[in-house]
C-alpha cells in the first residue's frame, strides 16, 4: 500500500496528514481555515489520492504557519508514500479551466524541489484568507514532496477561482504522475536508475 502518516509538531503548528496513493479521492480536511480546507479537498477529490488533514496553529497571528506546515507535512507524506518512485509515471500535466481561469500546471516527482510560480491575484484575500497563502502552500509542498513544480496562470481575473484552478490543476498533474505505469511497474522512471 501507498501510504503515509505524518505529524508534526511545532511551537506554531500542529499537524497531521494521512494519505493513499491508490485511494479514490476521499478526504476529511479540518485545518480551522475554511478556505484552505476547500482547497485541499479539491486536491484530494483530483488527484484520487485519499487524505485525511488535523491542523492546529497560532490563528490569532495569522493563518501562514498553518497553511505553509500543512503542505511541509503533506509534501513528506507524498514523499514517504512514494517510497523509491518504482513504476510511477513521474511526470504530469494539465490544462485547468474554471469559469474566467484557466491555470496550467506541469510536475515532476524529481526529487528536485523547484517551484516556478506565475500566477497573480488583483484580490488580497479570498473571504478571511490570505491570496499570497497559495504560493506559500505550493512552495512548501514542492520543496519537502521533492516536486518540480510550474504553476502558470493563462488568464483569469476571480481570486476564487484562479486560485481553486490551480489547486485542480495540481491535482490533476499529480494524479498523473503517482499512477502506475503498466509498461513499466518494475523500473524507476529515470536512466539514473533512482529517483
Known amino acids: 500500500m501507498r501510504t503515509a502518516k505524518i505529524t508534526r509538531k511545532t511551537a506554531e503548528t500542529d499537524i497531521s496528514v494521512e494519505i493513499n496513493l491508490d485511494g479514490t479521492g476521499s478526504y476529511d480536511n479540518q485545518t480551522g481555515v475554511g478556505f484552505f480546507d476547500h482547497m485541499l479537498d479539491q486536491l484530494a ?4 489520492i485519499d487524505m485525511t488533514i488535523r ?3 497560532d490563528y490569532h497571528i495569522d493563518d501562514h504557519h ?5 503542505g511541509i507535512a503533506l509534501g513528506q507524506a507524498l514523499t514517504e508514500a512514494l517510497g523509491d ?12 479551466p474554471m469559469d474566467d ?5 506541469a510536475l515532476d516527482l524529481s526529487a528536485r ?9 488583483d484580490a488580497a484575500k479570498i473571504g478571511t484568507f490570505d491570496t499570497e497563502l497559495v504560493r506559500e502552500f505550493f512552495q512548501a509542498l514542492s520543496t519537502h514532496g521533492g516536486i518540480t513544480l510550474h504553476v502558470d496562470q493563462i488568464h483569469g481575473f476571480n481570486a476564487h477561482h484562479i486560485a481553486e484552478a490551480g489547486f485542480k490543476a ?3 498533474a499529480l494524479r498523473l504522475a503517482v499512477e502506475t505505469d503498466p509498461r513499466k511497474a518494475d523500473a524507476i522512471p529515470s536512466t539514473k536508475g533512482a529517483l
Open 85 to 96: 518512485k518504482k513504476g510511477i509515471r513521474r511526470y504530469g500535466e494539465c490544462h485547468l
Open 170 to 172: 495540481v491535482a490533476r
Open 45 to 48: 477529490r483530483h488527484s484520487l
Open 113 to 121: 524541489p523547484y517551484l516556478i510560480w506565475n500566477v497573480a491575484f
Open 66 to 70: 498553518t497553511v505553509e506546515d500543512t
Open 55 to 57: 491542523a492546529k496553529g
Open 101 to 105: 481561469a484557466q491555470v496550467r500546471c
